[in-house]
């Protein structure tokens, strides 16, 4: 994606790590923040937004989505979020399942949202890979990539237990579920071993794309994304984590807040949510954002996402406000959904604040953005402008434009 520079100028910039400064100057150049500060003047031929009386913040960034590889409203055609042919598919990608011209990540842009984390669904024990992307600007999803891969999937719980009804090849209890993850982190581990014994010999070492996937969860080098809703099965995930060494963050975490406590002492972050979705299934009767501000004030590392299409990507920003409202502070609410998400995702030296260094994906509100009068107004990513809002249909930059 092509980058540029721009500086933001008079606006309210709000870091995203807890910093406000009024009438700030956010400039960026080669895509990149160069300088966030009060000064107005910024170097000659930088293109300005005069940004007075708004309010200028980091594009907000969902940890936990399945945009443009599960299309809401499309039917077999776009639901590529789970392969359900075997129990353990670390070795797929959802990288491969992303379509870039989803519909939704226009939604995003409206929303605010400029990096989302694509995962496979929660039909297998192991699902495959995730990918980091950002959500405008390329003509093929590797140009939108922030980080892949972006962490392992796994699932626990109702949803890989009965995934498949009568197909019969996966567990259908939840001690058989997590023996397939077992089972598959041993294998990784022997065939690391046995890989890296082949390099030190100079021999030939047939690949596995799926152990290798799985032995870099055990070397710590991607964060195992648990899906998990009771508290029990959080427990079955802390007792996994602890044989393997996995670097584990627990994805939804209904009932996390049970475990608040250890979850702290251990740091062990939550991607709760999503907060506006109903109580549909029998794991998540106990389902309230009350949970989540209970897992802030023990001190639990939390993140706030959409699951897209579960709850429209848009609404990203409408959940950090019923949070707020529940009793989140503001600066927690935001933080939510920019900075604590991007470090929970591994993706905090990049994007989900706005400091010198990180990628200049800067999105101008009308007002507060946890005020539900308030409208995002423009959206630019590394830079770029992607987005701007008009009296009609918003404009959305046109990637297959020569650059």
Not at 151 to 174: D, F, H, M, Q, Y
């Amino acid at each position: 994606m092509s980058m540029a520079e721009v500086a933001f100028v008079g606006g309210r910039v709000v870091t995203g790590t807890g910093r406000v400064i009024d009438r700030g100057t956010v400039l960026v150049r080669e895509g990149v923040i160069e300088r966030v500060d009060d000064d107005p003047l910024v170097p000659e031929g930088v293109p300005v937004v005069e940004a007075g009386g708004r309010w200028v913040l980091p594009g907000f960034v969902d940890a936990h989505t399945h945009i443009g590889a599960h299309e809401d409203g499309e039917g077999p055609a776009g639901a590529d979020a789970s392969e359900v042919s075997e129990p353990d598919m670390s070795a797929v990608r959802a990288i491969d399942a992303v379509n870039i011209e989803d519909r939704a990540f226009r939604d995003a842009l409206a929303g605010g949202v400029t990096t989302v984390v694509v995962k496979p669904g929660s039909g297998n024990p192991i699902g495959g890979t995730s990918v980091a992307m950002k959500t405008w600007g390329g003509r093929t999803v590797d140009e939108q990539v922030v980080k892949q891969p972006a962490g392992v999937k796994s699932a626990l719980g109702e949803n890989p237990k009965s995934a498949w009804g009568e197909r019969g090849r996966l567990p259908r209890t939840r001690l058989g579920v997590a023996l397939v993850i077992r089972r598959a982190l041993i294998a990784a581990g022997e065939y690391a071993a046995r890989q890296a014994e082949a390099r030190d010999k100079g021999e030939f070492f047939a690949r596995d794309l799926g152990k290798e996937a799985l032995a870099a969860a055990l070397a710590g080098d991607l964060a195992w994304d648990q899906h998990v809703h009771r508290h029990d099965d959080i427990a079955t995930a802390l007792r996994i984590a602890d044989e393997f060494g996995l670097r584990l963050v627990l994805n939804h975490g209904t009932e996390a807040h049970r475990l608040a406590a250890e979850l702290a002492e251990r740091d062990v972050p939550v991607i709760f949510g999503p907060v506006l979705s109903t109580r549909g299934k029998v794991e998540t009767r106990e389902a309230s954002v009350g949970n989540l501000v209970t897992l802030a004030r023990a001190g639990v590392r939390t993140a706030i996402c959409t699951d897209h299409p579960v709850v429209p990507i848009d609404a990203l920003v409408l959940q950090a406000a019923v949070a707020r409202r529940a009793g989140l502070t503001w600066d927690e609410a935001i933080a939510a959904i920019s900075s604590a998400a991007a470090s929970i995702a591994g993706l905090g030296e990049r994007v989900g604040a706005l400091e010198p260094g990180r990628d200049g994906d800067v999105v101008v509100w009308s007002g507060d953005p946890l005020d539900l009068g308030s409208a995002v107004e423009r959206v630019h990513i590394l830079g770029r402008e992607v987005y701007r809002a008009g009296n009609g249909a918003p404009v959305v930059a046109d990637r297959w434009a020569e650059r």
